[in-house]
């Protein structure tokens, strides 16, 4: 299992810490060093219902400077992985791939469902 964070992200922290409780083992990669591979995020993509938006973390600084919400409409599923791939901050985090599942997000009961 690996998780991609951001250190100061304070639901990064509660992700981490809830994977800790659980005595699990998981890499923590950090998304500002590397983001995740273009290969995770098509998982990702598909563990999301092919939700493109649910990969972006819409609420950021670089989602709004590169006007994502504008370009989304004729964004390429190619076009808008490669982009996550290259800018981990516009990826949602903590994003969590396991062993059949990919999480986006910390929501305590939907990873308590699936760990």
Known sequence: MIIYVYSKCSTCQQAIRFLKQKKLFFTCKEILEQ??????LQKMFH???EN???LFNTSGKLYRELQIAEKMPSLTKEDALVLLS???M???RPFFLGEGFGLVGFKEE?????L
């Open 35 to 40: 983001a995740p591979s273009l290969q995770e």
């Open 86 to 88: 290259k800018h981990g």
């Open 90 to 92: 516009l990826v949602k």
């Open 52 to 54: 493109l938006k649910k």
């Open 110 to 114: 939907e990873w308590n469902y699936y």
């Open 47 to 49: 563990y999301q219902n």
